[in-house]
């Protein structure tokens, strides 16, 4: 797994603005060397911000949407629409502005598909499968990046402190007794997580940043599950000043004075 390198910018609008541009200078690469990428979204306050600011900048149409993968590192298991669900979220800020293939869009079913969440977590582990290519040795495909935000607890997706699913193995687990409303979630593991290419946390306010601290230090993963938020040839921990308040000096490079 990769070493974290840590940009820090000034507050979260710049950061949201910063990571949308990343992400479509990445996917934009990854299309140019392959034809196809890949992505796996977030949800929370600044993963939602920087898909509408993909949105809203004109730069978006360099990306061929037709040719993109669009997954999710976790999913609240409620009814397909439900403003709780990340997919809604992603779908107002930028998915139903995209000339997406829906077929190559990957949600997370809902108890409105008459699944268990059991099922819901099994149906998406043999989708992954099921997108897996040889080369990438597993029963997941190598994601080119994945996003992640990061709670105050350190949680990353739906995998909590201290919790069963960080010990599971398998790709995508249903999660229950979520301390974060709602209870029960689908998510995928660390596993799923360090398989990706690029992983990106992004993290802004000040109530993150003793867990940005934790994130970086040797904790293990079990107790601080975003230090287990690693890919396997990048990471990269995208903060705002204020998430970064506790980090040792000299660890982030600050891009936004």
Known sequence: MSVPNVVVHRNADILAKAVAARIITRLVDVQSAKGSASIVLTGGTVGIATLAAIAATPARDAVDWRRLDVWWGDERFVPAGDKERNETGAREALLDHVD??????????GPD?????????????????????????GPVPSFDVMLLGMGPDSHVASLFPGMPALYDTRPVV????????????????????????EVWVVAAGEEKSGAVRLALSDSGPVQVPAAGARGRGRTLFLLDRAAAGKIPPGLGRMASP
């Open 100 to 109: 997406l293939d829906p077929e190559r869009v990957h949600v997370m079913r």
């Open 113 to 137: 598909s008459g699944m268990t969440a059991e099922e819901s977590a099994d149906s998406y582990a043999a989708e992954l499968r099921k997108a897996a290519r040889p080369e990438d040795h």
């Open 174 to 197: 249903a999660v229950h007794g979520s301390p974060k409303p709602p209870p029960t979630r689908i998510s995928l593991t660390l596993p799923a997580i360090q398989v990706a290419r």
